[in-house]
């Protein structure tokens, strides 16, 4: 159950960010902000929505300046996969969360981003897989 609603939510969150249309979302004037803030199918918060607004702008930035955000990424990653256990965070989401709230982004702390690499797969949690680190020689 709880799934399905986490499901629903982020269909939801994409019904109202145009369905993360990044164009759409970098071009959100007061008028839709004041429109997010009365949807009671996402989280109201109004800091939260103009973040999110902002962050889409610095983001379109970083993509312009490195051709892809994975080129961002690799900046701080140099295109390796990282397997690691019991972690909230390590220093390529320390260094990759400092530079983006360098840039101006908001509410992306490096558990954030330490969230996000294991999302995209560059960073692999390996949790309880002992015989995939022995055999790969995986260093932790």
């Known amino acids: 159950r709880c799934s399905v609603a986490r499901g629903l939510g982020d269909v939801y ?18 008028e839709k902000i004041a429109e997010l803030c009365s949807d ?3 989280v109201r918060n109004k800091l939260k929505i ?5 962050n889409a702008r610095i983001f379109r930035d970083i993509v312009k300046e490195q051709a892809s955000f994975y080129d961002y990424l690799c900046k701080f990653t140099d295109g390796e996969i990282l397997y690691e ?22 509410f992306v702390g490096s558990v954030i981003i330490y969230s996000f690499l ?7 949690p390996m949790i309880g897989n002992v015989d995939f680190i022995e055999k790969n020689k995986v260093k932790i």
Not at 50 to 54: D, F, H, K, N, W
């Open 40 to 42: 009671s199918s996402i």
């Open 50 to 54: 103009r973040a999110s607004i902002s």
């Open 85 to 106: 256990c019991d972690k909230t965070t390590n220093e390529w989401s320390d260094r990759i969360s400092a530079d983006l709230k360098k840039r101006g982004m908001k």
């Open 118 to 124: 294991q999302a995209v797969g560059v960073n692999i």
């Open 13 to 30: 969150k994409r019904q109202a960010y145009d369905e993360f249309d990044l164009d759409r979302v970098c071009g959100y004037d007061e």
